[in-house]
């Protein structure tokens, strides 16, 4: 009898030991909107499970999940827990983030590499002073790749927008599809394809990137890009700070231990190498025609978008926030 209270005693134990081990692990759900063959979804969050994993011992992963909320619900989503983390476009909320439109600024040269590391480095620097992202923790911030005119006709000058459907998103791509005089489709990026598909819109300000992660390419065949630089989005990775605030001190520092310009960097490195994809598979199966701005198409394009950049100093001013300052330290870091 005594032997087998003792053999009871110690299954118990271990059985405690196993729950206590089970219980120490945490599956973070992050959510996602752009469909499954979107970078964020095969290589960002993929890359930042492994990377807790790893620095976990594999008691900290990363589950995918997909249509929780529509993208300009997103912050709220994470913000109030229904997810632990995922990403949010800054203009999508109208009105809660002006700093973050430093980063979408026309006339900024770069790849989404270059200036996710300068944008990460200045919202450290200045932009947090603003303190514009609440509830969450900011992991990262970053943009995609160089903005994009993506037409189903040809157009060689921005001059031929005027009156034009297109959707131009949020942000400083509404002010650059104002100043160019565009007929401006405010809709989430998921919603583009059937926009054009429809005749709503006759095409879109993108990245290359979606001509295969959203299938542009179908439906717009011509693409003009701006070496001067045309636009882009600002984006944030951010994690509910319930979510931050009850993980384990060893979890935490995983998280710690990714956040920052060196997660910024790799995140954009994932958006270049998309907007190589969706040019080569745009080409291949679609025949894109992608065409280079001319000198004049350019000089009549930073003519027509001159003041966009005073007016985003103002705001950025109005948050306490050195708008000049900040700009020229972002554009110094863009390497």
Excluded at 56 to 78: C, F, H, M, R, W
Excluded at 189 to 200: D, K, Q, R
Excluded at 226 to 253: K, V
Excluded at 279 to 299: C, H, M, P, T, Y
Aim: overall charge negative.
């Amino acid at each position: 009898m005594k032997k087998l209270s003792i053999a009871i005693a110690t299954a118990v134990t271990a059985l405690g030991f196993a729950t206590t081990a089970t219980a120490a692990d945490k599956v973070l759900v992050a959510s996602h909107w752009a469909g499954p063959k979107h970078t964020m979804a095969t290589h960002v969050f993929p890359w930042i499970g492994e990377q807790l994993k790893e620095c976990s011992g594999g008691s900290l992963t990363v589950k995918i999940e997909n249509g929780l909320a529509p993208p300009p619900a997103q912050y709220d989503t994470i913000r109030d827990g229904v997810a632990d983390l995922g990403w949010i476009v800054h203009g999508y909320t109208p009105g809660k983030f002006l700093t973050t439109k430093l980063a979408e600024l026309p006339g900024v040269p770069g790849n989404a590499e270059q200036i996710s590391v300068a944008y990460q480095m200045t919202q450290e620097k200045y932009l947090a002073a603003a303190k514009e992202a609440k509830g969450v923790q900011v992991l990262a911030n970053f943009v995609h790749g160089p903005g994009m005119l993506n037409t189903t006709k040809e157009i060689l000058s921005y001059k031929d927008l005027k009156g034009m459907k297109l959707r131009v998103g949020g942000g400083v791509a509404n002010a650059v599809g104002k100043a160019l005089g565009v007929a401006g489709v405010n809709v989430p990026a998921p919603a583009v394809y059937e926009t054009i598909a429809s005749g709503v819109a006759d095409g879109v300000f993108f990245p290359a990137e979606t001509l295969y992660s959203f299938k542009v390419a179908e439906l717009t065949k011509y693409a003009l890009s701006n070496p001067d630089g045309m636009y882009t989005t600002s984006f944030g990775l951010i994690m509910s700070n319930e979510s931050y605030e009850g993980l384990s001190d060893e979890h935490r520092a995983c998280v710690d231990g990714m956040r920052g310009v060196e997660m910024a960097r790799r995140i954009g490195q994932f958006w270049d190498q998309a907007d190589l994809v969706g040019i080569a598979a745009a080409q291949k199966d679609f025949g894109l025609v992608l065409n280079e701005a001319s000198d004049e198409a350019r000089a009549h394009y930073k003519e027509a978008t001159a003041g966009i950049t005073a007016d985003v100093l103002k705001e950025v001013d109005s948050r306490g926030v050195d708008g000049k300052a900040a700009l020229e330290y972002m554009l110094s870091n863009i390497k």
